[in-house]
């Protein structure tokens, strides 16, 4: 069975880092593009950032764009977010997901397009 598991949340303080990892057991990730969504306490899911199959291209969106990066490493099928000066409104919980589609060409950033999913990992940002 394929899983997700992300970790490597926890509580920080305003402007500082986190790298979140999130591993997939029981398949691969190669042929998928990965992405990473977060949701906040009483708000809808959101997209943060999605990678390409090769790692050779990747899309953030707008509210982490110059703080936040994703990379991938295909041989341990791990994704990997970089979180630079993070901000209270970063808060929430985590979670990383597999495409639905192998070789999928064109990026997505809607959730309907990624399974499975993770349990999510939560990072805390007191304001």
């Known amino acids: 069975q394929v899983r997700l598991a992300e970790s490597g949340g926890g509580l920080v303080q305003k402007g500082d880092s986190l790298k979140l990892s999130c591993l997939l057991t029981?398949?691969?990730?190669?042929?998928?593009?990965m992405a990473w969504f977060r949701q906040a306490p009483g708000k809808q899911r959101e997209f943060v950032a999605v990678?390409?199959?090769?790692?050779?291209?990747?899309y953030v969106s707008d509210s982490v764009k110059g703080r936040f990066e994703i990379s991938r490493d295909n041989a341990d099928n791990m994704v990997f977010l970089q979180m630079n000066n993070i901000q209270p409104r970063d808060a929430g919980r985590y979670y990383c997901?597999?495409?639905?589609?192998?070789?999928?060409?064109?990026?997505?950033?809607?959730?309907?397009?990624?399974?499975?999913w993770g349990q999510g990992t939560q990072v805390i940002v007191p304001s």
């Open positions: 029981g398949g691969i990730i190669y042929k998928y593009q």
């Open positions: 997901a597999r495409g639905r589609e192998e070789w999928r060409a064109e990026f997505t950033t809607s959730a309907s397009d990624f399974h499975p």
């Open positions: 990678i390409t199959q090769n790692g050779g291209r990747s």
